[in-house]
């Protein structure tokens, strides 16, 4: 409510890149850790879950992209989230695509970006994760890494840029996702295609000798249901261990600018391809759903369709501090 009626106001106040990286340094505080840790009160018990053999103890994460970095670990579990994804992370440093790269839609509920992988690159964030545990600050919770190729990586070295970043951050993260299907990298989604799909994935299960971490795929949500069932169909036979469904929908803004849309306009969309997944696999990838999940009906609705694990990104961003815990306490009332 608070954050309804006066954070989110002057957060939406000021242009959305800055609203983001204000809010994202303020959660990055330790003070504002220990303060969040005061204001939410623990997880409720009844919502934990067993994945890959790693205890969740909330269903519900926070979705890649918002803490590219990793700088706010402890933020995002005192919010309530269950895990988190941070990423996506390049093997080397790179900027942000040029400007338009982030637009709010309020009456859709919705956001449109571009930003393509701004990253402080696989190195950098080894070491920030690796002074975070010797530190004694690591969090309980699962943490996801999602990893994606540089810019300026020709599509048939792509497999090399995968396996480098998994490399440098493999010893931080309980499952990395491999980002094939972000909008906003020339040429990256074709990396979906069987070809590239087996190399990216032979690569990286080359540079994961046991015991392997779980590593997952993240997919778009507007392939047609022949092309996910040639995804499907290589990732069972890979080494795979899950699917991220889905990322954000390519779609141009008012000036023809493509970019990716997230949140509601998304929401329906994602749960179909999940429910196509987990019908063709016949379960046996799990599946952690993102996209337009903003209540407990839109997360009950995921795990209905089949979905192991719940991630929101705009959701978050609309409804704010108490996101996820509110979900949690609607989703407490309707577990089955
Ligand atoms: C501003 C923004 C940046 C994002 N950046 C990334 C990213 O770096 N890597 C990625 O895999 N997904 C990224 N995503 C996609 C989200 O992780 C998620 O898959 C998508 O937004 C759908 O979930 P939502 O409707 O809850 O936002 C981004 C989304 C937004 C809105």
Not at 114 to 119: E, V
Not at 236 to 262: E, F, I, K, Q, W
């Amino acid at each position: 409510m608070l954050y309804r009626l006066i954070l989110r106001r002057l957060l939406f106040f000021l242009p959305p890149e800055s609203a983001h990286h204000l809010a994202l340094s303020l959660c990055a505080k330790g003070w504002t850790e220990r303060l969040l840790r005061r204001l939410f009160p623990p997880l409720p018990s009844g919502l934990e879950r067993t994945v890959w053999g790693l205890r969740f103890p909330s269903p519900l994460g926070l979705a890649a992209g918002f803490d590219k970095n990793g700088i706010a670990l402890g933020a995002w579990e005192a919010l309530g989230f269950g895990f988190c994804e941070i990423g996506t992370v390049t093997p080397a440093p790179q900027g942000p695509n040029p400007p338009p790269r982030l637009r709010r839609l309020p009456r859709s509920e919705a956001l449109w970006n571009r930003l393509g992988f701004p990253s402080e690159g696989a190195e950098r964030v080894a070491r920030r994760l690796a002074r975070r545990r010797t530190e004694g600050r690591w969090p309980r919770f699962p943490v996801g890494i999602n990893v994606g190729k540089s810019r300026q990586t020709e599509l048939d070295r792509a497999a090399e840029d995968y396996a480098r970043a998994f490399s440098l951050l493999r010893a931080y993260g309980d499952f990395f996702v491999l980002n094939l299907s972000s909008p906003n990298t020339p040429g990256l989604r074709s990396l979906q295609q069987e070809t590239h799909l087996r190399s990216v994935l032979a690569a990286v299960a080359a540079a994961n000798p046991p015991p392997a971490k779980p590593v997952l795929v993240k997919i778009a949500p507007d392939l047609e249901e022949k092309a996910l069932g040639r995804i499907l169909e290589v990732l069972l036979s890979s080494r795979c261990d899950g699917l991220v469904a889905t990322n954000t929908l390519p779609t141009p803004d008012r000036g023809g600018v493509m970019g990716g849309l997230s949140g509601k306009p998304l929401t329906q969309r994602s749960t179909e391809v999940i429910r196509f997944l987990v019908r063709e696999s016949g379960g046996r990838l799990p599946i952690i759903a993102a996209g337009g999940i903003f209540d407990g009906a839109d997360a009950r609705e995921k795990l209905d369709a089949g979905a192991s694990l719940l991630e929101a990104y705009t959701g978050f961003v609309f409804r704010g501090a108490g996101f996820a815990r509110d979900i949690e306490r609607d989703l407490l009332g309707t577990v089955p």
